[in-house]
């Protein structure tokens, strides 16, 4: 089966021989690779590969113009990412590139022949894992972010997108929107692995996606004073390092007052060392809610916490939003006519809400845009364990043939 040799041959790429979990973070070596293994994945089905000018990837299969006069009828649109959280799993975005190719040679291998264009993509840092903006090549196309803003972004290290994209030979001067490419879209459906347990709780090894949760990272700077930690009485200390722990439980108390989720997953300590208190401390807030408010309510009790802890401790606190995504509501009608396609080919697929971000939710203010899930029998993603079985994976490639067959040939 086509689905299980895509599979293995991008398995390899990026992944960390010790902690088995990958780090493919955009315009790196290991992203260069998934990019190479897109262009031969396309060139293999005789799909025409293309960069646009943000650096997403589209591999068309093309179809005659019909008549004169006639414009081209809006494209179909599949796929998913191929970036990665650092140390992610295997499936949070490949298995959406994947599949759709899998797709298509199904489609092919059932003499089905497309009445309008229809396109494999893979958007660029999905996951905001090197540059903090997630879904980075959608919110480009679509206008959500502007390029000037996007170019300037940083890594860890200090390096730019502008640089990174232009070290890896891709102009970070084209940036920007593309609503000639977006106005050629007549509907975006992205498969994804559930990053939940619902699929499996329900018995079903399809879903299909209502809605996306409100959701946004904040950024926190508590700045204290460097000292000794063998001789600076605790009295005397001002530690921006307990400023921030207390926040940190601030936020798991504000999110479950709210029926909320909020997470601090990532610290960094200024000098970072053991011996001694730390100058500054930076620490990273993703929350998300059900809605808006809830979310506000979140984030605004945790900085009014953090204010709090930092005047207790004696240190400053900056803050300041690094993104925000309202709450998507996926197109109702595609919703349902996904979920009709699939009943009609035998697969009963429940519709779920999710707290992930995809990039079928930037896209979806602009085209209709829905989603397929394919069970985790775990939950577990954004992590080496994060798994789906072969056999769901299979009605995954079925499931979406079902739908590329209905959108895009009739
Ligand atoms: C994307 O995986 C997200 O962080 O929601
Ligand atoms: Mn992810
Ligand atoms: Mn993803």
């Given at each position: 089966?086509?689905?299980?040799?895509?599979?293995?041959?991008?398995?390899?790429?990026?992944?960390?021989?010790?902690?088995?979990?990958?780090?493919?973070?955009?315009?790196?070596?290991?992203?260069?690779?998934?990019?190479?293994?897109?262009?031969?994945?396309?060139?293999?089905?005789?799909?025409?590969?293309?960069?646009?000018?943000?650096?997403?990837l589209w591999a068309w299969w093309d179809v005659p113009q019909t008549g004169p006069g006639a414009g081209p009828p809006g494209a179909v649109v599949t796929g998913s990412h191929l970036d990665s959280v650092p140390d992610g799993?295997?499936?949070?975005?490949?298995?959406?590139?994947?599949?759709?190719?899998?797709?298509?040679?199904?489609?092919?291998?059932?003499?089905?022949?497309?009445?309008?264009?229809?396109?494999?993509?893979?958007?660029?840092?999905?996951?905001?894992?090197?540059?903090?903006?997630?879904?980075?090549?959608?919110?480009?196309?679509?206008?959500?972010?502007?390029?000037?803003?996007?170019?300037?972004?940083?890594?860890?290290?200090?390096?730019?997108?502008?640089?990174?994209?232009?070290?890896?030979?891709?102009?970070?001067?084209?940036?920007?929107?593309?609503?000639?490419?977006?106005?050629?879209?007549?509907?975006?459906?992205?498969?994804?692995?559930?990053?939940?347990?619902?699929?499996?709780?329900?018995?079903?090894?399809?879903?299909?996606?209502?809605?996306?949760?409100?959701?946004?990272?904040?950024?926190?700077?508590?700045?204290?004073?460097?000292?000794?930690?063998?001789?600076?009485?605790?009295?005397?200390?001002?530690?921006?390092?307990?400023?921030?722990?207390?926040?940190?439980?601030?936020?798991?108390?504000?999110?479950?007052?709210?029926?909320?989720?909020?997470?601090?997953?990532?610290?960094?300590?200024?000098?970072?060392?053991?011996?001694?208190?730390?100058?500054?401390?930076?620490?990273?807030?993703?929350?998300?809610?059900?809605?808006?408010?809830?979310?506000?309510?979140?984030?605004?009790?945790?900085?009014?916490?953090?204010?709090?802890?930092?005047?207790?401790?004696?240190?400053?606190v900056e803050a300041g939003q690094e993104s925000v995504t309202p709450a998507v509501d996926f197109d109702t009608a595609l919703c349902d006519r996904l979920v009709a396609t699939l009943a009609a080919a035998g697969i009963r697929?429940?519709?779920?809400?999710?707290?992930?971000?995809?990039?079928?939710?930037?896209?979806?203010?602009?085209?209709?845009?829905?989603?397929?899930?394919?069970?985790?029998?775990?939950?577990?993603?954004?992590?080496?364990?994060?798994?789906?079985?072969?056999?769901?994976?299979?009605?995954?490639?079925?499931?979406?043939?079902?739908?590329?067959?209905?959108?895009?040939?009739?």
């Amino acid at each position: 089966m086509s689905f299980a040799a895509l599979w293995e041959s991008l398995l390899p790429i990026g992944r960390d021989a010790g902690t088995g979990g990958y780090r493919r973070l955009s315009w790196t070596a290991a992203d260069a690779e998934c990019r190479r293994w897109f262009f031969n994945s396309a060139d293999e089905r005789g799909l025409r590969a293309t960069a646009d000018r943000n650096g997403n990837l589209w591999a068309w299969w093309d179809v005659p113009q019909t008549g004169p006069g006639a414009g081209p009828p809006g494209a179909v649109v599949t796929g998913s990412h191929l970036d990665s959280v650092p140390d992610g799993g295997a499936y949070d975005g490949p298995l959406g590139v994947v599949t759709g190719f899998a797709a298509v040679d199904l489609l092919r291998l059932r003499g089905r022949l497309p009445v309008r264009p229809l396109a494999v993509a893979a958007f660029f840092e999905e996951e905001g894992g090197r540059f903090g903006v997630a879904c980075l090549g959608s919110r480009l196309l679509t206008g959500a972010i502007g390029p000037d803003q996007a170019r300037a972004l940083t890594d860890r290290d200090g390096v730019t997108l502008a640089a990174a994209m232009a070290a890896a030979g891709q102009d970070p001067a084209a940036l920007g929107p593309d609503p000639g490419l977006l106005a050629g879209i007549a509907a975006y459906v992205e498969l994804h692995v559930e990053q939940g347990r619902a699929l499996a709780d329900l018995d079903a090894a399809i879903g299909v996606g209502e809605r996306i949760w409100p959701h946004g990272r904040w950024r926190l700077t508590f700045t204290g004073r460097a000292d000794h930690a063998g001789t600076t009485r605790l009295a005397d200390r001002r530690d921006p390092m307990l400023a921030c722990a207390a926040t940190i439980l601030a936020a798991r108390g504000a999110a479950t007052q709210e029926g909320a989720l909020a997470t601090v997953g990532k610290v960094t300590a200024e000098p970072g060392a053991v011996n001694a208190i730390s100058s500054s401390v930076t620490a990273w807030l993703d929350a998300r809610a059900p809605d808006t408010s809830r979310l506000r309510a979140v984030v605004d009790r945790v900085l009014a916490q953090a204010r709090a802890a930092a005047v207790a401790q004696g240190v400053d606190v900056e803050a300041g939003q690094e993104s925000v995504t309202p709450a998507v509501d996926f197109d109702t009608a595609l919703c349902d006519r996904l979920v009709a396609t699939l009943a009609a080919a035998g697969i009963r697929a429940p519709v779920l809400p999710t707290g992930a971000g995809h990039d079928a939710g930037v896209l979806a203010a602009h085209v209709p845009a829905g989603m397929l899930f394919v069970r985790n029998p775990t939950g577990v993603s954004h992590s080496p364990a994060e798994h789906a079985q072969p056999e769901d994976c299979a009605t995954g490639v079925t499931a979406l043939a079902a739908v590329l067959e209905d959108l895009a040939c009739h």
